[in-house]
Structures are given as structure tokens and as C-alpha cells.
């Protein structure tokens, strides 16, 4: 089973073996930088056309394995509805994600040229939310909040339903260019001083601490 992550920062690439209690063994992982991608939205074609390539090929050449088929990620129209209800009404809460029709065809594109088929798109939200949280987390009530470089993505859980979706166009990126336009330095630099010295809770500054 092989998978495709196109995000802002990176693109990363996995392969694994399906065992069968139905987990699977993570046999193979490539990371290559982005290009081309700004907050989640594809800007340059050929930019990640290249780099969706560079992944995989990595990832054959580390595993040994000929990869043609892969999972895709991605935002789209998820419903959650009642099945097998009768009653003469029927109240319902969904939740509907939607994405843009350029988007899907823009990243069809990109795997298609790349030389890959794309077995079935997935929501990285929910994907997410099965790697991480436990079935009693989301039956007690849960908040995930996937912080990424261009985007923060958010899902709430409680008695087993998703109760709350959001995906917030802003992510690690705009701290970075904050830190930039403010000391005049380079993004490289901006970056370093966020990993290096970056704290989210002013209780925990050392006032007299010189960067």
C-alpha cells in the first residue's frame, strides 16, 4: 500500500505492507521539500509534478518495490447521515467538507503525469484523526489541531461523531515571515530563530536571555 502526502512545507511519500489484523507496517518513507505549493493550494504544476516524482522515486529505490498505485490526500465532500433510520423525521447534523473542483483536478493532474494511479482520494484530516486518537477519546470528546506550514486543520470529536471541522489558511510559514519583516533577515534565518528559540507560552521567556 503506498501513499502520497502533498502538503506546503513537504511532500512525503510511504509504502507498507497490510497485515492481517488490517494495520499496516510502515516498510519505506521519503520527505522532499515543496515547490510550487503555497497554503495548501497547488501554484505550480510541473513544480510538483517533479517533486511527486523525486519522492517516489526515492522511495522505490530505498524498498526495492515497483510503486504505481497510491492513496491521495485531500479535501473533499464528506457526509455523515443516518443509515437504516425510519421515523417520519429525521434530524440530522452533518458535516460537509468541500474542495475546490480545480484543486481535485489540478492534483489528478499532478499524479497522473508523475506516472502514478490514484487509487482513491483521502480526507488528511480524517486520516489523521484514525492515526492518532483512541475510539475512547472520540467517544468522550476530542480536539485534534494539525499545525502545518501553510495551514491549521482542526476536527473536534465527542460520542464518536465529528462535531467540528475547520481548515484555517494559516500555519508555522506566517510566524517564520512575521520573525523575517520584523529583524530585516533572511527566511533561513527567520526559520532557525522560530525552531531554535520560538515559545508559545510568555510565562516560560527568560527576559535576560540574549539570542
Excluded at 489541531?145 to 506566517?174: C, R
Aim: proline share 1%; aromatic share 4%; glycine share 8%.
Amino acid at each position: 500500500v503506498a501513499a502520497v502526502d502533498i502538503g506546503t512545507a513537504k511532500i512525503v511519500s510511504c509504502l507498507g505492507n497490510r497485515k492481517d489484523n488490517g494495520t499496516i507496517e510502515i516498510i519505506g518513507l521519503s520527505e522532499v521539500v515543496s515547490k510550487g505549493i503555497m497554503r495548501g493550494t497547488i501554484l505550480n504544476i510541473e513544480d510538483v509534478i517533479n517533486i511527486i516524482k523525486n519522492s517516489i522515486e526515492s522511495l522505490k529505490v530505498s524498498t526495492g518495490k515497483h510503486i504505481t498505485n497510491v492513496y491521495v490526500g485531500i479535501n473533499f465532500q464528506y457526509i455523515n447521515k443516518p443509515i437504516d433510520t425510519f421515523n417520519i423525521k429525521i434530524d440530522n447534523n452533518s458535516q460537509i467538507v468541500a474542495s475546490l473542483k480545480d484543486s481535485i483536478k489540478n492534483i489528478n493532474t499532478c499524479i497522473t503525469k508523475a506516472g502514478l494511479i490514484q487509487n482513491e482520494l483521502v480526507f488528511g484530516l480524517l486520516a489523521s484523526s484514525d492515526a492518532v486518537l483512541t475510539a475512547s477519546e472520540k467517544e468522550n470528546g476530542v480536539v485534534l489541531i494539525d499545525i502545518g506550514k501553510g495551514t491549521t486543520e482542526i476536527v473536534v470529536y465527542h460520542n464518536d461523531s465529528i462535531k467540528h471541522m475547520a481548515v484555517i489558511p494559516f500555519g508555522g510559514d506566517l510566524i517564520t515571515r512575521d520573525i523575517k519583516e520584523e529583524f530585516s533577515i533572511s527566511q533561513d534565518q527567520a526559520e532557525l530563530l522560530k525552531v531554535n528559540y520560538g515559545i508559545a507560552l510568555s510565562n516560560l521567556i527568560i527576559e535576560d536571555n540574549v539570542v
